[in-house]
């Protein structure tokens, strides 16, 4: 009796079986009838395997935290191959935290760099500056006093010869006499000759000019 029975008792075994791994654990979990059962079971699938196999044998564990794959021996890893995992999960950490400082040194380099060159730019380009107010008043009251001046020595010039005295016209007519000597003899006077008869001429104009004049 006992013999007979016992083949019905490996067979029931067979049948009730844990999965040994992720695989199969998903292919059984595909065999459920409702959609929300398969998601269930799969996901339970996940949970309890961390490995997935490899196409040429053996396993694989994928760290996201380190976006790093790990052979391990098992559907699951050791607690060696766990504290191995966490070693390289440290010194990840370590160099993102190195890199970091060095990327962020360079880039405060680089800003410093970039405004150092715009303030040697800014040196060699001198802008324009504005005329001071005080100096503009000063340039235009320094002009407006030249017109005035002129004006002021035209008038009076005006009135000195409003009489038309010899003095006024002696020069104009000195001048045209010597116009015509060059015209008629083609020389010109020497400086000497010259002065003389600018001398003669003015002494001339003053002595009529002193007849001329009206007695008190």
């Known amino acids: 009796m006992l013999s007979v029975l016992q083949p019905s008792r490996v067979t029931a075994n067979w049948w009730t079986r844990a999965p040994a791994d992720f695989e199969q654990c998903a292919a059984d979990a595909g065999k459920a009838a409702a959609k929300e059962e398969r998601t269930?079971?799969?996901?339970?699938c996940g949970a309890k395997f961390a490995g997935r196999r490899k196409p040429g044998g053996g396993y694989t564990y994928y760290d996201f935290l380190q976006d790093r794959s790990f052979d391990i021996a098992g559907?699951?890893?050791t607690p060696a191959e766990q504290k191995y995992i966490?070693?390289?999960?440290?010194?990840?950490?370590?160099?993102?935290?190195r890199d970091n400082i060095v990327a962020?040194?360079?880039?405060?380099?680089e800003e410093e760099e970039l405004q150092q060159a715009s303030v040697q730019t800014a040196?060699?380009?001198?802008?324009p500056h504005a005329r001071p107010s005080k100096l503009i008043a000063s340039r235009t009251a320094e002009a407006r006093a030249m017109a005035e001046a002129r004006a002021t020595a035209?008038?009076?010039?005006?009135?000195?010869?409003?009489?038309?005295?010899?003095?006024?016209?002696?020069?104009?007519?000195?001048?045209t006499i010597d116009d015509v000597k060059k015209k008629l003899f083609g020389a010109t006077p020497n400086k000497t000759g010259g002065d003389m008869a600018a001398r003669a001429n003015a002494g001339?104009?003053?002595?009529?000019?002193?007849?001329?004049?009206?007695?008190?």
């Open 86 to 97: 966490d070693q390289q999960y440290a010194l990840y950490l370590e160099r993102q935290r």
């Open 104 to 109: 962020a040194f360079a880039a405060k380099q």
């Open 40 to 44: 269930a079971a799969l996901t339970a």
């Open 75 to 77: 559907p699951n890893p």
């Open 204 to 216: 001339a104009a003053a002595r009529y000019d002193g007849a001329a004049a009206p007695a008190d």
């Open 123 to 127: 040196e060699r380009v001198p802008l």
């Open 154 to 175: 035209e008038v009076k010039a005006r009135r000195d010869c409003a009489n038309a005295s010899f003095s006024c016209e002696w020069p104009r007519l000195s001048q």
